[in-house]
């Protein structure tokens, strides 16, 4: 079989994020961090930042 366009899985998808407290930038994975599915605020990928205690999100 030949690749015509190759995609990308889901989990393998990547995300760049700033945290909100202490504005480290980051890049990951989607397999790296929490899904949560908001029927208000929609989707989202969080991940802990690893520089201080808060959460950083990135929107699916
Ligand atoms: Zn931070």
Same mark, same amino acid.
């Given at each position: 079989?030949?690749?015509? !366009?190759?995609?990308? !899985?889901?989990?393998? #998808?990547? %995300?760049?994020? =700033?945290?909100?407290?202490? !504005? =480290?930038? /980051?890049? $990951? #994975?989607?397999?790296?961090?929490?899904? =949560?599915?908001?029927?208000?605020?929609? +989707? $989202?990928? +969080?991940?802990?930042?690893? /520089?201080?205690?808060? !959460?950083? %999100? +990135?929107?699916?």
């Amino acid at each position: 079989m030949e690749i015509i !366009k190759r995609g990308t !899985k889901p989990e393998d #998808a990547r %995300h760049i994020g =700033t945290c909100a407290n202490c !504005k =480290t930038e /980051v890049e $990951f #994975a989607r397999s790296e961090g929490v899904v =949560t599915h908001d029927q208000r605020d929609g +989707s $989202f990928v +969080s991940v802990d930042c690893p /520089v201080c205690v808060y !959460k950083i %999100h +990135s929107d699916l």
